[in-house]
Structure formats: C-alpha cells, structure tokens
C-alpha cells in the first residue's frame, strides 16, 4: 500500500454558529494511526442532525426550539460557555464532523491485526472504554468528541471497524449507521415484537425509514407520519400513512387502521404532537425517544403516563454488539438505504442546506468521489 499523504481536503468545524463556521481546507494533515486504531481513506459520509446540533448549540439547556431551517443555517442564540455536544461537555475545536463512514483501511497502528489493511469497513460511531465496555459515561461519539468522516482520510478504533462485503455503493452503506443503529436501539428499549403496532413520527427521515424497515424486520406493524409529499415513498417501505400532524390522531389511526391505538411509539420528533402521542398508546404501551427535531420542551400530563401505565425509554448509547447486528442485516439486505441524494465534501454548507429543508425521504450523503 502507498504511504500516505501528508495533507488531505476537510471540512473544518471552528466555532458554535452558522454554516460559516464549516471550513472547507485542502491542507488539512492527514491523521497517524494511534496504537490500536486505523486510518480509513473515506468513501462516503453521510449526514445527520447531530452535525447540525452541535455547531449551532442546540444540545445546550437553554435551547427550546426545534432544529430549524434558518437556526441551522445561520446559527442560534445560545450562551457560549453553555454550548457543547449531545454528551453535555464542550466540543474541542477544531473539529472534523461526521458519524458515518464507509471506507477502506489504509494504515494501521501498533497492535492492529494485519488482516484489516485494504478492507472496506463501516465504523460504528459509539467509541468505548473497552475496559469498561457498559458504562455509558465513558462512551465518546465519532465526529463529535473524535474527528469524524467529513474528509479524505479519518482514523478510528479497530474495535470500531466492521469489514462488509456487499454490493452496495459507499454512498449507499454510508445511509445506515446513525439512523438505523438508533432506530434498532430505540425498538429493543420497547421490546418490539411481532403483533405490536408502532407508530413512528417523522417516519421519512433517516431514523424514521429506519424505523419502518427495523419495525417489519421484527413482525411488526409500522404506522407512519409524514408529509403528503413522502407519503408514496414511506408506504413503499411497507408502513401504513397517516398525515404529519393530524389535528386528532386517534381519530385518523381508527380511520386508517380500524383501532385508535398502538402498542409503541417510537419518537424522534416531539414538539407539539407529544400530548396525543401518549393519548393513543394503549395501557401498558412503550413510548421510546432519541430525538426531537420539532422541539425538545413538550407538554406532559402525567395521567396519561401513569394512570395508563405506561414505559418510557430514552435510547441513545446503544449496547456493545448492536453495530454488528446491524451490519449482518445490510450484509443479508434485510434492510435497504435509502440514498435521497449525493454530495462533494467542498458542497457540504449546500448540503446542509438541503438537509435543513427535509424535503427529501431517507439520508443525504457526502461522496468523497464527488471531489
Ligand atoms: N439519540 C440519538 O442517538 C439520535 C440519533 C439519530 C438522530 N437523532 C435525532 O432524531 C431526530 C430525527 O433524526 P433523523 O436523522 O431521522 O432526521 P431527518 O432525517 O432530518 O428526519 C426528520 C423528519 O422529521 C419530520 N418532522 C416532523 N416535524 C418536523 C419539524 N418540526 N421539523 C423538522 N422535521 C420534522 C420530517 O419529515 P416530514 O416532513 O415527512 O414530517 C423530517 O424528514 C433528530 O432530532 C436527530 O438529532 C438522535
């Protein structure tokens, strides 16, 4: 294998703000491989909100709103010393973005099995104390506390490596790990299984047609929300649609589906339509959450979580293990991306762009073939 070159193109996360923060660089040292990690030459990147999140500061407490279009291009007000990553501490800047890579092993460090040189992998981004495999606190996210994929070259852990043999596309295997590990994490914490009903708000998104693919995997049913305009494409996954925000869901479950009830939700979305999220879950029904993309702050009644019994479960750090079963169902295609559109990592502020105007169905992807 040829030696690496000294300097490489990225983009460069330097400040809390809007999409000006994001620099574009074509002298950006390539990383050595540490002691037990890999440099992985990026085929693919793909694209998610926590990007977005953490440059404009929406982790922050004082946040309220959504993930907006305009807050995510210009920025939000957040108080400085307030800002930070999903985890709650402070992002060291500079910082490389992007969670999900497909790329080939091109270096190793001491330690690391020469079986892994020239292989195609995927990464999981979960980075762990592997002395401490379970403890969440310890768990670091690529792209975020680490140097992610938004450019020609990254390194990550061995233990983070998942060779896969398929025929899909880099840009294609680049759709799944964000979203799909998330949703797959979000119906074991609900205990999913064959029978149950799980209605899935914002169900065109990367989680969501994550979720609906996961939900059948598994003998469920999926019921989704979405816009009129992804309707089409949602039901083609196997979901049965209701519009985005019916001004009385049970009412347009009964009417689509003959009950006004369902077994799970599984939320990535939040905002206004919480109330009736809970409304229509039946007693003893599993609400589980890792996101909330039309606001964090949400109205509770607390009757309707105890007086109905009901499991609520947050999923965010997935358990050891769960990558690499994830990976098995791209391998065996059990599961299919769902590639809305490409672009070159110089077009990344465009590309958030047209991420932040969620008019597309799946995942947006940064092709290093792109230039
Ligand atoms: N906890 C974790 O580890 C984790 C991992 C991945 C993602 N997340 C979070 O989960 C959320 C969804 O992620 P994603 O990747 O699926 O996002 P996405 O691809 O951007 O999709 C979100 C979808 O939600 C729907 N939506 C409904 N109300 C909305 C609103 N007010 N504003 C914007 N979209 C709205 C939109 O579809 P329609 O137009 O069809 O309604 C949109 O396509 C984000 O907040 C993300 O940060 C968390």
Not at 350 to 362: C, I, N
Request: some cysteine.
């Amino acid at each position: 294998m040829s030696p690496l070159p000294k300097t490489m193109r990225a983009m460069v996360l330097t400040g809390h703000g809007g999409l000006d923060k994001l620099v574009y660089r074509e002298d950006w040292p390539v990383p050595e491989p540490a002691p037990g990690w890999a440099v992985i030459a990026v085929g693919a990147c793909g694209m998610n909100n926590t990007d977005i999140n953490t440059r404009i500061g929406w982790y922050a407490p004082s946040v309220t709103e959504g993930t907006t279009a305009e807050g995510g291009k210009s920025g939000i007000a957040v108080l400085e010393e307030d800002s930070g990553t999903w985890g709650g501490r402070g992002i060291d800047l500079p910082r490389i973005q992007g969670a999900d890579v497909c790329g080939r092993v091109v270096a190793l460090g001491d330690g690391v099995c020469e079986d892994l040189l020239g292989k195609r992998v995927l990464i999981d981004a979960w980075l762990r104390d592997w002395t401490d495999p379970l403890n969440k606190d310890k768990c670091r996210y690529f792209g975020s506390e680490v140097d992610g994929g938004f450019a020609e070259y990254t390194a990550a852990p061995v233990e983070n490596l998942h060779p896969i043999e398929s025929d899909l596309s880099d840009a294609e295997l680049a759709t799944f790990a964000t979203s799909s590990v998330t949703a797959e994490n979000m119906l074991a914490r609900a205990s999913v299984g064959a029978g149950d009903r799980v209605l899935i708000p914002g169900a065109s998104g990367g989680v969501g047609t994550a979720l609906v693919q996961l939900t059948r995997r598994r003998g469920a049913t999926a019921i989704a929300l979405c816009g009129a305009d992804k309707a089409a494409a949602v039901a083609a996954l196997g979901a049965t649609v209701l519009p985005r925000s019916p001004e009385d869901l049970a009412a347009a479950l009964k009417s689509a589906t003959g009950s006004d009830r369902v077994d799970v939700v599984a939320d990535a979305v939040g905002g206004p339509l919480f109330p009736q999220l809970l409304q229509v879950l039946v007693r003893g029904g599993r609400y589980t959450c890792a996101g909330a993309i039309a606001g964090p702050i949400v109205s509770l009644d607390l009757r309707d979580f105890y007086l109905k019994d009901l499991t609520f479960t947050g999923a965010t750090i997935v358990p050891p293990g769960l990558f690499a079963e994830l990976a098995g169902y791209i391998a065996a295609k059990a599961i299919r991306p769902l590639l809305a559109q490409t672009f070159a990592l110089k077009d990344l502020h465009k590309a958030q762009e047209v991420f932040l105007a969620k008019r597309h169905v799946g995942n947006l992807v940064i092709d290093m073939s792109l230039g």
